[in-house]
């Protein structure tokens, strides 16, 4: 191996390509510092690598070695965050290279150098004189009167003083009268609201337990009934940490519809702290702006969903997880990490508590806060049992059985009469179907055909409206057929609930009444669902006609009445999760109603009004209903007692499935014999985007045995004649199967 000239460097860089490795390239001239990006070439492409590490020497032969093309003036890897990104991949065996990238803005991912908003401070470095100024420039005399007394003056502070503020104050630049300094914009903050409102004890307890280990690791579980005031606790907390002037906090939130309302609410309670976000539905320069604002510190609060668990941020101090057993914290595609778990392991790395909050803990995380004869007590318990509204009490839920009071047009009579209650008393009513579009099923009763998804194992959704039918796993469209193409029978018609029939029906019976759809069709535009919450609170809306869009986080004080129209289906699910799920979400919703000093009420038709689940949902008992459910997975073996983890394959040819799949199962059982290993299935939905679909379970006692027999079986899937035809993916802890 021949050692290269001193001007010359072997710079090791992590690329974005499913290879679990970083790449040796030769760098001459210039200097480049490890994090740095760099554009290099790979098979026949330009990509944007990150330098991971600078060396003389490389087990690749010098002259075999290329170029950097060219060094990026960004150092993006952040050394406080490579550990976590490192744990991540080993973990969930995913190349390193690929989990940085994928962390990163979409405009460091580019092969350009990333360009933000520049943002600006103003000096006065001199004095201006007076005869500088005439007697007609009143805005040249307000900036000068305003740099006088201030000496600094940020961009947002001269809008106020005049719009044409820019146009002044360059001649002054220009003069050597101020100085312009650019800094890490973020957004200003709102004036703070004026009177913040009482901690009752339970909250004030709250605080104060986890500010006494506020300088060591311990996760804590906020568990608050709905309305208990978790929020607050938020805020105080974050302002006790935060007082310490270089420190951080990360606050990540399940969905982006939760955002604007939690900022809003932070910036009016914490308005000393410069708060930015990062969620989707932001503008790439936006994210970027963020993103570097988080990074340098000027950032103090971060909201943002699952991805921002990766955000640089060099004085984090607190980590929250707002609603933390929310399915929406599990990436589904990629690397299928949990958010939560990879929160729980950079609070750890870093020493600091982490605060997770929910009214309907996730099995895992009750599991771990209560402790019982199979194990100990890991994570801090602090409980909110009242509401932090003074006399605003829980709703009363009730059932209506179906059986007795039949529904028409999914409504039942006494529904109808507790909204028609409501529309005379100027109270607004929610009624919750998670089903968007018209109806979920086309269907004749002649031959009993339904209109199904050709790419798909899943059923065409009605949207009248538009007169198509809509497949919402895949996106194939069609029109609505005149008659049934199996018999030709032309009394083809919808069958069952969704929102736009629902919404149809109220119209009709309450044609006086201003009602409102919120859901993933009518929400679409980027202030969408804002304006309509808005209008929710100023009184505009009368009936809110939703999805789980609005089982969680709203606050609207003068609704009083939630009716929940389908849940049955959830009874018969396959899912091992299903009935924690909807127990979560009966409960969210529920707790939209009665959070002002008017009563709340809660209908629920179902067919199963004596169901487990209801008896529990109605004594808004969550703890029994958890503790009842945990007793059931340990006897049947499942997480959370338990540890899973999936391998998912798909492929035009099912029997290529089938082949890899068996080999893959045979492989394991002979690597380790603590780890049980189902025969391949196929799932509930057995074909996807024109993808045949399988899939091979493994359990396990320990995340250790996983752990050890993955580290052997990965490079074996990987070097498989099939591996390379077919798509794979393992899913570590898998939400569903």
């Known amino acids: 191996m021949t050692t290269p000239p001193l001007t010359s460097h072997i710079l090791s860089v992590a690329l974005d390509v499913p290879l679990d490795r970083a790449f040796d390239y030769l760098h001459h001239g210039t200097t480049v510092l490890v994090g740095q990006r760099v554009v290099v070439p790979f098979a026949g492409r330009r990509l944007v690598g990150v330098v991971m590490t600078i060396q003389q020497h490389s087990d690749i032969p010098l002259d075999k070695l290329k170029s950097v093309i060219q060094v990026l003036d960004d150092v993006v890897l952040d050394k406080q965050i490579q550990p976590l990104l490192k744990f991540c991949a080993d973990y969930y065996h995913y190349p390193f290279g690929q989990l940085l990238i994928s962390t990163l803005p979409l405009r460091l991912r580019q092969i350009k150098p990333a360009v933000s908003r520049k943002s600006f401070e103003y000096h006065l470095i001199k004095s201006v004189p007076e005869t500088r100024i005439e007697k007609r420039q009143l805005v040249l005399q307000r900036i000068v009167d305003a740099l006088s007394q201030h000496e600094i003056l940020t961009e947002h502070e001269l809008s106020a003083l005049s719009s044409s503020w820019r146009k002044w104050l360059q001649p002054l630049i220009d003069e050597g009268y101020v100085e312009a300094t650019e800094v890490i914009a973020v957004k200003p903050s709102v004036p703070a609201s004026a009177n913040p409102p009482v901690l009752n004890a339970e909250q004030s307890a709250a605080i ?43 606050v990540l939130v399940p969905e982006i519809n939760l955002t604007p309302q939690l900022e809003a609410r932070f910036r009016s309670r914490l308005s000393q702290y410069p708060l930015v976000t990062l969620h989707s539905n932001l503008s790439e320069s936006e994210r970027l702006q963020n993103w570097l604002a988080a990074k340098s510190g000027a950032a103090k609060i971060v909201i943002g969903t699952r991805l921002s668990v990766f955000t640089p941020m060099p004085n984090l101090k607190l980590l929250i997880i707002d609603e933390e057993h929310d399915g929406s914290y599990k990436q589904q595609d ?48 602090i409980t909110l049992t009242q509401r932090a509204v003074t006399d605003a009490a829980l709703p009363n839920i009730r059932c209506i059985d179906i059986a007795k009071s039949p529904v028409e047009n999914g409504l039942s009579p006494l529904l109808i009469e507790a909204i028609r209650n409501r529309l005379a008393n100027q109270q607004q009513s929610l009624l919750f179907i998670n089903r968007r579009g018209y109806a979920p099923v086309l269907h004749c009763a002649a031959c009993q055909w339904h209109a199904s998804c050709m790419r798909c194992s899943a059923k065409l959704v009605v949207h009248l409206s538009q007169r198509r039918l809509k497949c919402h796993h895949c996106g194939h469209e ?42 993933r069709d009518s929400m679409r535009s980027k202030d969408a669902l804002t304006a309509m919450l808005s209008k929710v609170h100023a009184g505009e809306i009368d009936i809110l006609v939703g999805t789980q869009m609005l089982a969680k986080g709203h606050d609207f004080p ?49 067919s199963f009004p004596d169901h487990d689940l209801f008896h529990a949902l109605r004594a808004q008992d969550y703890a029994e209903f958890a503790n009842a459910l945990l007793q059931e997975r340990i006897a049947m073996q499942f997480p959370p007692s338990r540890f899973f983890v999936l391998l998912k394959a798909e492929s035009n040819d099912f029997q290529q499935v089938l082949q890899f799949l068996t080999m893959a199962a045979n492989s394991a059982r002979q690597l380790r014999q603590d780890v049980l290993v189902y025969d391949p299935v196929r799932p509930q939905m057995e074909r996807l985007k024109s993808m045949e679909r399988g899939h091979v379970l ?40």
């Open 208 to 250: 104060e337990t986890v500010l006494a280990a506020r300088d060591t690791f311990k996760p804590w579980l906020l568990y608050g009934i709905t309305g208990s005031g978790k929020t607050e606790v938020y805020i105080q907390l974050l302002a006790a940490i935060l007082a310490d002037k270089n420190a951080q906090a990360l």
């Open 334 to 381: 990629g690397m299928r990490y949990h958010a939560r778990d990879v929160a729980m392991v950079r609070a750890k790395q870093l020493n600091i508590p982490i605060v997770l909050g929910s009214a309907t803990p996730s099995l895992e995380t009750w599991y771990n806060a209560t402790a019982s004869h199979h194990k100990k007590q890991s994570y801090g318990l």
């Open 478 to 519: 069609q029109k609505i057929p005149m008659q049934c193409p199996s018999c030709g029978n032309a009394d083809i018609k919808p069958v069952g609930q969704a929102t736009q029939r629902l919404s149809q029906t109220l119209a009709h019976l309450f044609p006086d009444a201003r009602i409102a759809r919120v859901d």
């Open 558 to 606: 003068n609704l009083t009445l939630v009716g929940v129209i389908d849940t049955d289906n959830a009874l018969y699910s396959p899912d091992f999760r299903a009935s924690e799920r909807l127990f979560s979400q009966l409960m969210q919703v529920s707790g939209r109603a009665g959070r002002g000093k008017m009563a709340g009420e809660v209908l629920i038709q179902t």
């Open 698 to 737: 493994l359990q396990a006692e320990k995340r250790q045995s996983l752990q050890q027999l993955l580290s052997a079986w990965v490079p074996e899937l990987r070097a498989h004649r099939l591996a390379s035809k077919i798509r794979w993916v393992l899913d570590i802890d898998p939400l569903e199967f």
